[in-house]
C-alpha cells in the first residue's frame, strides 16, 4: 500500500535531471514529488495507484453525474439544449 501523504517539492529543471531517482522514490517509496517552475507547483508524479485511483473516482463522478443528467431530461425536468458555437468570428458575421 502507499503513503501518499509523503510528498516534496522540486522545480522542473532539478526533475530533468534526476529522473530515475525521482521515478524510484515515487514507485518505491508511495512518495508524491511536486514539479514546480518560478517557486510554484506546475505538476507532481505519484504513483500509478493513487492516479489509478483518481481515474476511477472520475470516471465514477461522471457516469453519476452522466445518469442524474439523463433523469432529469427523462422526467421533465430539464431539456436538453443544443450546442451553440459562441466565438468573436461567428458574433461579428452575424451583426
Known sequence: MYN???SSEM???AARESLGPVTSRVEFGGETVYLTKH????AAVVPAAAAE???ELEDAFDIEATRAALDAVAS???APEPFVRRTKARDARDS
Open 11 to 13: 522545480s522542473v529543471s
Open 53 to 55: 485511483l483518481l481515474e
Open 39 to 42: 517557486g510554484r507547483r506546475a
Open 4 to 6: 501518499l501523504y509523503m
Open 76 to 78: 421533465g425536468d430539464d
